[in-house]
């Protein structure tokens, strides 16, 4: 059986099933920015082999009102099945696991582990068991050893394991599951979650606590983003190693704040007065999430610079099963108590307006840049997917999954870039005399513009395949905009 199956339903308890039985999930949230009501529906594909997107038509749709019908019944695939009726949500999950041939026992352990309402959990679940009739394939028990977990997740225990004194947020959309998951954690692995008033102070409140020697981030999407920005001049002046976890969302302003975008690119490289150093790294996937955030203390810590770690709704909240080993760069604290000042200062810690001090701070910053690229050499900088190919993908951050699962049997290579600064030098010779196709969840190509700058390479406006309706790429339809474009 090589198949997948896209299931309508809150499915992190089947994948979690699914994943135990040796699986590989995928599984995708979609809601809208409402306090109450509104069209909210989750995706889950599964498959023997690996998966990291989903597809457009649908095997199985659980219709828990008719709007949802309404909407999803004309992507149901030809010998689709409909679960709709007026019962709670543990009923479907009862007929879902007898549809795919899985034996109670695993629901109901499933329910023992939610340790909430079980006993009416598991009444229900057994009804829908007991009452469905039909079987739309046979799960088997495989011998992958998988996990299962999101890019949220993955930020903080890449900060956990990096060593994390204190986190500083202002709940924001996609980056409050971070702040939720490193709160539940903070004293068992005993550092600081604070909530503060808004990201002015979350952003000053990390530049505070660097200084004192404390491994300090901070998360927010755009909009908050925006208002660290000073602080981030600051940051750069005062020579604070803090990382800031950018969790996209599409803007400009509020924008559509529970749907995905990559609009940030071109703000993340420039944001902030003046000019000093910082690194910005962007994962594709949980591992990288975690690999990027130990990286991103490392070179804060070494370097004394802020360091930002590029995400998105889409790969913070969807769960992805991994079976990769993780590497994690540690880190050494290397700031401590001194003098700091946010003018130019002289050797004492004192503000300063002499010129030749002033030069000789300027040029001590931007010597980093240049020690930052030695150093950025030793890590990953970009990954190529595939074989060789005259036909080059090029693309960062969560559209990687879709482009991995649409490229499987086509005539074409992947190139992932995963620093974003410093730019990797090698990556001109793997452009040059390609023909290169651009993905980005956004309107206007940044990281076509990025390098165009770094290169010198244009990328064809007809080979740019970009999304910005808040919605991630599927990999179906992905794939046939990828074969229009190929020679």
């Known amino acids: 059986?090589?198949?997948?199956?896209?299931?309508?339903?809150?499915?992190?308890?089947?994948?979690?099933?699914?994943?135990?039985?040796?699986?590989?999930?995928?599984?995708?949230?979609?809601?809208?920015?409402?306090?109450?009501?509104?069209?909210?529906?989750?995706?889950?594909t599964f498959s023997e082999n690996p998966v990291n997107s989903n597809e457009s038509n649908i095997d199985i749709l659980v219709a828990l009102d008719e709007n949802t019908k309404t909407?999803?019944?004309?992507?149901?695939?030809?010998?689709?099945?409909?679960?709709?009726?007026?019962?709670?949500?543990?009923?479907?999950?009862?007929?879902?696991?007898?549809?795919?041939?899985?034996?109670?026992?695993?629901?109901?352990?499933?329910?023992?582990?939610?340790?909430?309402?079980?006993?009416?959990?598991?009444?229900?679940?057994?009804?829908?068991?007991?009452?469905?009739?039909?079987?739309?394939?046979?799960?088997?028990?495989?011998?992958?050893?998988?996990?299962?977990?999101?890019?949220?997740?993955?930020?903080s225990e890449g900060a956990i394991k990096s060593g994390l004194d204190v986190y500083y947020a202002y709940p924001m959309t996609p980056a409050t599951s971070v702040l939720v998951e490193l709160a539940d954690k903070q004293e068992k692995n005993n550092f600081l979650v604070l909530e503060l008033e808004n990201e002015i102070a979350v952003m000053n409140s990390a530049i505070g606590s660097s200084i004192t020697g404390a491994k300090s981030m901070v998360g927010t999407s755009g909009g908050g983003f925006d208002l660290m920005t000073e602080a981030l001049s600051s940051a750069g002046i005062v020579e604070a190693p803090v990382v800031m976890y950018l969790a996209q969302r599409p803007g400009p302003a509020s924008g559509v704040p529970t749907y995905t975008g990559q609009g940030d690119l071109s703000m993340a490289?420039?944001?902030?007065?003046?000019?000093?150093?910082?690194?910005?790294?962007?994962?594709?996937?949980?591992?990288?999430?975690?690999?990027?955030?130990?990286?991103?203390?490392?070179?804060?810590?070494?370097?004394?610079?802020?360091?930002?770690?590029?995400?998105?709704?889409h790969l913070a909240e969807s769960f992805y099963s991994l079976d990769s080993k993780i590497q994690i760069t540690k880190s050494q604290k290397t700031t401590s108590l001194a003098r700091y000042n946010t003018y130019e200062k002289d050797s004492t810690g004192a503000g300063t307006d002499n010129p030749e001090i002033i030069k000789k701070n300027i040029e001590n910053r931007l010597k980093k840049v240049q020690e930052i690229k030695k150093e950025a050499k030793k890590f990953t900088q970009y990954k190529l997917h595939g074989k060789k190919n005259k036909n080059l993908i090029v693309s960062w951050g969560s559209p990687k999954g879709a482009i991995i699962d649409s490229i499987k049997d086509l005539n074409c290579e992947f190139l992932q870039i995963l620093y974003i600064e410093p730019f990797s030098e090698k990556i001109k010779d793997i452009l040059e005399n390609k023909n290169i196709i651009l993905i980005e969840n956004n309107a206007t190509g940044q990281l076509a513009n990025l390098i165009a700058e770094k290169t010198g390479i244009f990328i064809d406006d007809k080979n740019k395949i970009l999304k910005y309706d808040g919605r991630p790429f599927l990999n179906d339809e992905l794939k046939k905009e990828i074969e229009r474009r190929l020679r």
Request: with cysteine.
């Open 269 to 313: 490289r420039h944001c902030g007065h003046g000019e000093f150093p910082r690194i910005v790294l962007a994962p594709g996937d949980p591992i990288e999430c975690q690999e990027l955030t130990s990286q991103a203390f490392y070179f804060s810590q070494k370097y004394k610079i802020p360091s930002i770690v590029m995400s998105d709704k």
């Open 1 to 44: 059986m090589n198949k997948r199956y896209n299931i309508l339903f809150g499915g992190e308890l089947l994948g979690e099933a699914l994943v135990k039985q040796g699986y590989y999930v995928f599984y995708s949230r979609d809601y809208q920015s409402l306090i109450r009501g509104g069209h909210n529906f989750n995706v889950l």
């Open 71 to 155: 909407i999803h019944e004309k992507n149901l695939k030809k010998g689709g099945v409909i679960l709709d009726s007026k019962h709670p949500n543990m009923y479907f999950a009862g007929k879902l696991f007898k549809l795919l041939c899985l034996d109670f026992k695993i629901l109901e352990q499933e329910l023992k582990e939610l340790k909430k309402r079980f006993d009416e959990n598991i009444k229900e679940a057994k009804k829908g068991y007991e009452e469905e009739t039909k079987n739309v394939c046979k799960v088997i028990l495989q011998k992958n050893q998988i996990y299962f977990t999101n890019g949220g997740k993955g930020i």
